[in-house]
C-alpha cells in the first residue's frame, strides 16, 4: 500500500486520505494546522479528489471531499495529507 502526499496526486484521481502528517514548516503551530484540517473533514478514511491545480501543478490545489465539500489548500497544508489511490 503506497501513500502519496495530497500535492502529489495527479487530477481527477480518486484517493482516500490515509493521515495527516507532521511538518516543520509550520513549527510551534503544526499541531493547530493538522487539527484544523480535522476540523473541515480531512480525517482518515475521507475519500477526495484533487479537481484542479495552480500554475504548472503546482499549487493551490482544489480538492473536492466525500461527495459535495470543495476546499482550496496551500502546498504546505496539501503536503501534510498523505493519500492512498483508490483501487491500488
Known amino acids: 500500500m503506497s501513500m502519496i502526499s495530497l500535492s502529489s496526486l495527479e487530477k481527477n484521481v480518486s484517493a482516500q486520505i490515509h493521515e495527516i502528517i507532521a ?16 476540523d473541515l473533514g480531512f480525517s482518515k478514511g475521507m475519500p477526495l479528489k484533487v479537481i484542479a491545480k495552480g500554475s504548472f501543478g503546482k499549487g493551490p490545489y482544489a480538492v473536492r471531499l466525500g461527495n459535495k465539500s470543495q476546499f482550496v489548500l ?9 493519500c492512498q489511490i483508490v483501487g491500488e
Open 74 to 82: 496551500r502546498g504546505p497544508e496539501a503536503d501534510k495529507i498523505l
Open 23 to 38: 511538518s516543520d514548516i509550520f513549527g510551534e503551530i503544526d499541531h493547530v494546522v493538522s487539527r484544523r484540517l480535522a
